[in-house]
């Protein structure tokens, strides 16, 4: 994915982002301010056979007031930015988006914020949410984190999940063990977008390593 224009209202973020991302717009302006118009027209000035277009928005609203860090106070005018950003979305009308927030952002407290600002993304966008940790694609940091995904043409599925007894839950399933009781069954869904090959997958019985049985998954892209 190219990331064509990225916007932020910290001068310094901005200058770190260039750097890894030298192809990309950067613009020095509060979400707050900001109106779809003005990105468009951004993107019409930069690309000049641009279409119009746009495969998606990635964002992150501002944290603080949702974070257990800080005081957690509904009334913190930067959790409003959350609806703000969704509008954004709205009238950018991309065919997908992301937004990423602190897992707190779900709590019950916040509902009134992100009912409104999911019910209006629910009338143009097919939604999924989920909550990740950030640790286990590959950031640095054992934190978790609530994804927002919208997409025109159809669910997103989570990257990497696993179904024990016909629910879901949230595991590594790339890389943990998975203990089965006695009667269970477990689906494990992995994503080998990018990867081609043979790769060996194990079962074991606990305390018996001589027993239970391996195989083999040859992926072709």
Known sequence: MQFKVAIDNNPKVLATYQINF????????????????????????????WDGEIAAVIGG??????????????????????????????????????MENVAAIEYKKFSQ???NAWSLAEEHYILSK?????????VPQKRQRAIWVGSKFGEVAIPFEISRNGRAEPYRVWKDKVHL?????????????????????HCHILDHEDLGMMGILDIRG
């Open 22 to 49: 030298p192809n990309t717009t950067v613009f020095c302006k509060d979400i707050k301010d900001i109106t779809a118009a003005e990105i468009r027209e951004i993107l019409q000035n930069k690309y000049q056979n």
């Open 61 to 98: 609203p501002p944290c603080q007031g949702f974070s257990v860090a800080g005081k957690q106070d509904v009334n913190d005018e930067r959790s409003q930015l959350v609806i703000k950003f969704i509008n954004l979305v709205v009238e950018l009308n991309p065919s997908m988006f992301v």
């Open 113 to 115: 914020i992100t009912g």
């Open 130 to 138: 989920w909550l990740l940790t950030a640790s286990d694609y590959g």
């Open 181 to 201: 009781a006695q009667g269970e069954t477990v689906h494990c869904r992995l994503c080998f977008a990018d990867f081609t090959g043979k790769t060996v997958y």
